[in-house]
């Protein structure tokens, strides 16, 4: 991974065959990084799983998909759950079809490469209850 920051802005850039949350966890942690906004992302990723929570049961119905695709689009959230910086992420990706799939991003790893920007939220400290799975995100100033 190459890591760049400046006042605000915060860049990320991932290399091929890296896994994207553990990779992008331990460049948060190793930062000092918990409480930011994922304005961007785009590359490709390979063996994800993603997504869509169902508030019928509360629980993630996931699907894991092998083949690359291209990363369309990464957003989310970067908050404190517990003692570690949680990535809250939603991707849009697409296949060799060229047909789009997205939700929530569980993982994933780098195919041939990924860049994702984020801005830090300043004095807005961004929190997870550590306790569920799908908990709201609260703040302190």
Known sequence: MIFGKGERVLFFRFEDGEDFIDVFVQAL????????????????????KIG???MATKQYETE???APHELLHVSGNVS????SPFPHLHVALSGPSRSAVGGHLFGGTVYNTTELFAVRTGDLKLIRDASGAATPLEFRK
């Open 64 to 66: 894991y998909i092998s």
């Open 80 to 83: 404190l759950k517990g003692s």
């Open 29 to 48: 942690s190793e930062n000092g990084l918990d409480s930011l906004v994922v304005i961007s992302g785009i590359g490709m990723l390979r063996d994800f």
């Open 52 to 54: 869509w929570f169902n």
